[in-house]
């Protein structure tokens, strides 16, 4: 019995203690709910989404409540805190302030261009995610001289995978200026939500987006795709390792992005900070991978 207790001490001591990091994120001023931000550890790949109540809440090790945490959200200042000091707590976020550009009224519509149109058979893999590892990943589109004339932002289109497909999801879509000095994704584009459900998964979502009058930028951007870290979006699968038959079990979040060979590189925004995209180039013919996502334009 001696043993038997010495050796659950042991165990805790090892392993930690587990509890519910929890709380709730507020607009500063309207005191909202913050709806979908992204509560990330910055040392780790843990994390989670606000509820459409601002409440969150992510089984950890306690002694992750001494690491700081990133809190990021459309609209609002992205801020780290300690994980200790919004435990079970009430979290006001302030909003940013956007300069609002002139909004043309009406346009007569007569032409339009899509940018990179996919078939099936180009989709080459998936970007996956786990349940706990909030991030977004980016494809740059560079302007082109023949968007002169017909510049303005119509449709989004985001391509799927085939493994693992869920029926449905939500996800939000990002658009970013580019930082010329660095090349990576800096400030967003609008400040308006853009929140994509897919009822049912059949290889594409095409997402309305010209009620928000984008020019595009002569600089280029970048089209983010971000997942929302909530229960609605969660699902498991089973898989099996090559050369075993055991059958595990994975926690995953939908949806699936598809993935399209690119020579170009890929940015992704996880742990508070941009980074590159990194996969093995022999499993894709010496190429890198970025998002399956296409542009339509018109006049």
């Not at 590892?133 to 002169?148: A, G, N």
Request: proline share 3%; net charge positive; aromatic share 16%.
């Amino acid at each position: 019995m001696k043993k038997l207790l010495f050796f659950l001490l042991i165990s805790s001591q090892l392993f930690g203690q587990k509890i519910n990091f929890n709380g709730t994120l507020l607009d500063f001023e309207t005191k909202e709910p913050v709806v979908y931000a992204n509560i990330s550890f910055l040392k780790t790949s843990l994390g989670i989404s606000s509820l459409e109540n601002g409440t969150f809440n992510l089984e950890i090790d306690e002694k992750l409540l001494q690491e700081k945490v990133h809190v990021s959200c459309l609209n609002y200042k992205d801020t780290i805190f300690l994980a200790k000091d919004i435990y079970n707590k009430v979290l006001y976020l302030k909003p940013k302030r956007f300069q609002l550009d002139e909004i043309v009224l009406s346009r007569k519509i007569d032409r339009e261009l899509i940018i990179d149109k996919y078939k099936r058979k180009d989709i080459k893999g998936t970007f996956g995610g786990r349940q706990s590892s909030p991030w977004i990943v980016t494809k740059y589109f560079p302007y082109k001289k023949e968007y002169e004339n017909i510049s303005y932002l119509k449709e989004i289109t985001v391509y799927f995978g085939s493994i693992f497909a869920r029926e449905k999801s939500k996800f939000r879509v990002r658009l970013f200026k580019i930082n010329n000095s660095t090349g990576f994704p800096s400030e967003d584009i609008i400040s308006q939500e853009i929140i994509a459900t897919s009822k049912k998964i059949n290889g594409k979502v095409i997402i309305d987006v010209s009620k928000f009058d984008i020019e595009f930028p002569k600089d280029g951007f970048f089209v983010g795709l971000e997942r929302i870290h909530i229960p609605y979006n969660f699902y498991e699968y089973k898989y099996t390792i090559q050369g075993s038959k055991k059958k595990h079990i994975a926690k995953a979040v939908a949806p699936s992005f598809g993935s399209v060979y690119t020579k170009d590189t890929t940015f992704h925004f996880s742990k508070g900070k941009w980074r590159k995209f990194y996969f093995p180039t022999k499993m894709y013919k010496g190429n890198q991978i970025e998002p399956a996502i296409s542009l339509k334009l018109t006049n």
